[in-house]
């Protein structure tokens, strides 16, 4: 039986703020089970208040979006001197930024589809339609536009005809005030966590991700039987290992701590390209953080056991 407790943060005010709740109970339940002291706190006014009065062992962030990932709630961690799981703030802000994450990827030399990520303020200048113009005499089409920050697919869409462009821009200025418009790659789409033990980041199985939509978007990610998912991923061996090779590049290249999880499409040709990381996974009900951990035979609460312990060796850290 552990004596640690840990403080369980979910909750926020980002547009994820469900799904962050639905992680953070998931988390919190898992972390019972063998045998911590776990407390569930909402990322709100009284968050310093209650780091004063009752100080936990270490804080494990449920938080997905906004605050929870672009380092914000980390460095007011850092500066309360408390230990939490994950990454450190200043480089949460580099994975948090897409473009930032594949243009670091990309002069490492890993592949990532083509793209550019454009402002509000651009289309509003230069027109809309002249801009969407350009994108698709430079990429074609297929396209797929998300937001340059966030996570979820929040506003994410694929587009294959050009008349949907601007539909498909509006929606997503409605999360971001820029638009990153990607090059769409056909494969098979993967994703690959990574967890930090005694011997360094490690990934686990990849879980392939085959939505009956034929694209990841919110509804498919967080709607119980929309999407099939298969863990291990059917990749050939050599697929598996670059994959994996990708994901642990990913996350330390990036300056990534304990956990991430790294997105990716793997081609006919067995090319892997690099789509986007998250510092702070999913782990609700359709998550895919907890399949790779099942099928790797670990449980949920046992990883997340070991991240606390490490959290807890590495200290409060003031900034």
């Not at 994450?101 to 592949?111: D, F, I, N, P, V």
Request: negative net charge; hydrophobic residues 40%.
């Amino acid at each position: 039986m552990s004596d640690r407790w840990v403080a369980v943060l979910s909750g926020g005010l980002s547009h994820e703020r469900d799904v962050s709740l639905r992680s953070g109970r998931r988390l919190s339940a898992a972390l019972r089970t063998v045998g911590l002291t776990v407390e569930e706190w909402d990322a709100d006014g009284e968050l310093l208040g209650r780091l004063r009065r009752h100080r936990p062992d270490a804080v494990v962030l449920a938080l997905h979006g906004g605050e929870g990932e672009n380092g914000a709630f980390q460095s007011v961690l850092e500066l309360a001197g408390v230990p939490f799981v994950g990454t450190d703030s200043r480089w949460c802000r580099r994975a948090w930024d897409k473009p930032t994450a594949k243009t670091e990827m990309l002069r490492a030399g890993h592949s990532t589809p083509d793209w550019v990520s454009l402002p509000h303020s651009t289309f509003r200048t230069l027109g809309a339609r002249a801009v969407l113009d350009a994108v698709v005499t430079r990429f074609g089409l297929p396209l797929v536009l998300k937001p340059d920050q966030g996570g979820s697919a929040l506003g994410a869409r694929l587009v294959t005809e050009a008349e949907e462009l601007p539909a498909a821009m509006v929606g997503v200025l409605s999360y971001s005030d820029s638009v990153l418009i990607e090059r769409y790659v056909e494969g098979v789409e993967v994703a690959v966590s990574v967890i930090e033990g005694p011997e360094g980041p490690t990934a686990l199985p990849a879980v392939e991700i085959e939505p009956a939509s034929g694209f990841y978007d919110y509804a498919s990610r967080y709607t119980a039987g929309l999407t099939e998912f298969h863990t291990p991923a059917r990749l050939e061996p050599g697929q598996a290992r670059k994959v994996a090779d990708l994901a642990v590049a990913a996350h330390q290249l990036l300056g990534l701590r304990d956990v991430s999880r790294t997105d990716a499409v793997v081609t006919a040709d067995g090319d892997v390209h690099f789509l986007e990381v998250n510092v702070s996974p999913g782990l609700t009900e359709t998550s895919l953080l907890p399949m790779s951990a099942d099928a790797a035979g670990r449980s949920l609460g046992e990883v997340f056991a070991g991240l606390v312990e490490r959290a807890v060796a590495r200290g409060g850290r003031v900034l």
